[in-house]
């Protein structure tokens, strides 16, 4: 009994520390889990990686960046706990996009992933298919006209806009996954690596209705290959995001991409100046 009454003091620390963290994770999640839709580009250096929770919790992942680094980023974002993720989108097999996720298939149970149909004859491609296949994920080929329903009763939704045709030999970032993510009256247009020339193949497809964004995601890291004047008046957003590294190599964004922003009043936020850049809306106001 003496014994016992000795380690009252530890027990009672312990018993209040995992209250807290049970209690904060519940209140984190009610948060988080009852109106808002949760989107977050996050900062993993040059590379892209847009992590996505809806109201009822459910959570996509639109690329990895390049390596481990979108592993502390994610615990950071992600309710405590949780270890899965219910699709993952790869958007091109470019190492800048799928590195990361060779190790989040590693440490997260994914319910589905989904590609464009480029290929890469690269070993961290070849790594990514290894973990698809041992971990027995479902891998799907998008197409234009694909829906992906986040929150069924609050009609929150992931249109796929291009690919619209097989691109398995296509230069990848021609190729690349373009998807439009809605919720009400707040839109995300959400580019990955495509270029002007899939900027115009959607041009033809889709009417401006489909197109006009309240934010978008500038294709290819702010490349002068992406985001043409056309492209930015069609989407019309109020911000633009830029998902690159600082200083990086490419000189990305291009001074003639941050001169059409200027030209056409829309501002911008880089993750390479303010890290991880937080959107939540619901439905109706959209804040950050």
Do not use: C
Request: glycine residues 8%; negative net charge.
């Amino acid at each position: 009994m003496k014994n016992f009454k000795k380690y009252l003091p530890y027990i009672f620390i312990s018993a209040l520390v995992i209250s807290a963290v049970v209690i904060g994770y519940f209140i984190y999640a009610r948060d988080f889990t009852h109106k808002y839709l949760k989107v977050i580009f996050l900062d993993v250096g040059q590379g892209d990686a847009i992590y996505i929770e809806a109201p009822g919790g459910k959570q996509m992942l639109i690329d990895g960046g390049k390596g481990v680094e979108i592993l502390p980023k994610l615990i950071k974002v992600m309710p405590i706990f949780d270890k899965s993720i219910d699709v993952v989108v790869v958007s091109n097999p470019d190492e800048d996009h799928i590195g990361g996720l060779v190790e989040v298939l590693k440490n997260y149970k994914v319910g589905l992933v989904l590609e464009p149909g480029t290929k890469s004859d690269t070993l961290v491609y070849e790594n990514l298919k290894k973990e698809i296949s041992e971990n027995k994920i479902p891998d799907k080929i998008t197409r234009r006209g694909t829906r992906i329903i986040l929150d069924d009763k609050k009609n929150i939704y992931f249109d796929i806009l291009f690919p619209d045709r097989d691109v398995i030999n296509w230069e990848r970032n021609d190729g690349s996954i373009v998807g439009r993510l809605v919720y009400g009256e707040s839109s995300f247009m959400l580019m990955g690596d495509a270029t002007k020339y899939t900027e115009n193949l959607i041009g033809w497809n889709e009417n401006i209705a489909n197109l006009k964004s309240d934010v978008l995601k500038l294709g290819h890291h702010g490349s002068r290959t992406s985001s043409s004047i056309l492209w930015l008046e069609r989407v019309d957003p109020d911000v633009a995001i830029i998902s690159a590294g600082e200083n990086n190599r490419y000189g990305h964004p291009h001074k003639e991409i941050l001169d059409n922003l200027n030209l056409l009043d829309i501002p911008y936020l880089a993750t390479y100046e303010k890290g991880n850049i937080i959107f939540k809306t619901d439905g109706t106001k959209l804040v950050h």
